[in-house]
């Protein structure tokens, strides 16, 4: 069964630093999405990108967060300067493209970054 | 804005006990709800969904309807089984928008 991949499984930066958290969709899906779950707090969407560029984000994505899919597998989700509240589990997740109705999200396992 | 408040965890049962998970939300208009799973080391799977009122969604033996009355989005299962520890998550999706709003998670283990 075709499966949401992520790298790496962990990462640990310094504060300050950049970081590029990678995933590679599903390969017939073209809508795809991050959230991010800070320790003990609820699961929060980030950004959705369809057809090449952000189609929503949520006020969390600031300019210190830029989404790229540099080529026809990969998407990536960059933190420009990390900061200590960046740490928490990275979600990606992809969906199909249907003409109407529900599109299941289907998740990645996750990225967890700490930054110290 | 919207939010799904789900029962604070961890919960802990018996093989082959009763399971309800309690969801509820806040949100404009009719959303459509979902639950969730995730397995240890994988991601999250659609378990569950329901998109409009009085709706039952049902897979593997749960269940959950959709009461609007009481905007609530329960998950239920008769039997539960070791293989179902996992974590639960409730979600809602609002027309119009791609993003789910999720719950805080809900830990599940369950002792043979």
């Known amino acids: 069964e075709p499966e949401v991949t992520q790298t790496p499984s962990h990462q640990v930066t310094q504060m300050g630093q950049e970081v590029i958290l990678r995933c590679v969709p599903i390969s017939n899906h073209l809508y795809f999405y991050w959230y991010r779950q800070i320790l003990g707090q609820k699961v929060e969407f980030l950004v959705s990108?369809?057809?090449?560029?952000?189609?929503?984000k949520s006020e969390i994505f600031d300019d210190q967060f830029s989404v790229e899919r540099p080529d026809g597998s990969n998407f990536t989700l960059k933190i420009r300067s990390t900061k200590l509240e960046d740490s928490a589990m990275y979600f990606c997740?992809?969906?199909?493209?249907?003409?109407?109705?529900?599109?299941?999200?289907?998740f990645g396992p996750g990225t967890r970054l700490l930054v110290l | 804005g919207d939010s799904v408040t789900q029962m604070e965890g961890p919960v802990t049962l018996s093989e082959e006990a009763f399971l309800t998970i309690n969801c509820t939300y806040t949100a404009t208009g009719y959303p459509s709800l979902f639950w969730y799973v995730q397995y240890p080391g994988e991601g999250l799977q659609l378990l569950l969904k329901a998109t409009k009122a009085d709706d039952k969604g049902s897979n593997k033996g749960f269940e959950a309807t959709y009461r609007k009355e009481t905007t609530s989005f329960h998950l239920e299962k008769g039997s539960v089984q070791v293989s179902d520890s996992a974590v639960y998550f409730c979600?809602?999706?609002?027309?119009?928008?791609?993003?789910?709003?999720f719950g805080k998670g809900t830990k599940l283990t369950v002792n043979p």
């Open positions: 990108f369809y057809n090449n560029e952000i189609s929503e």
């Open positions: 997740a992809s969906s199909e493209t249907l003409s109407q109705g529900w599109k299941t999200q289907y």
């Open positions: 979600a809602l999706k609002q027309g119009g928008s791609e993003k789910l709003v």
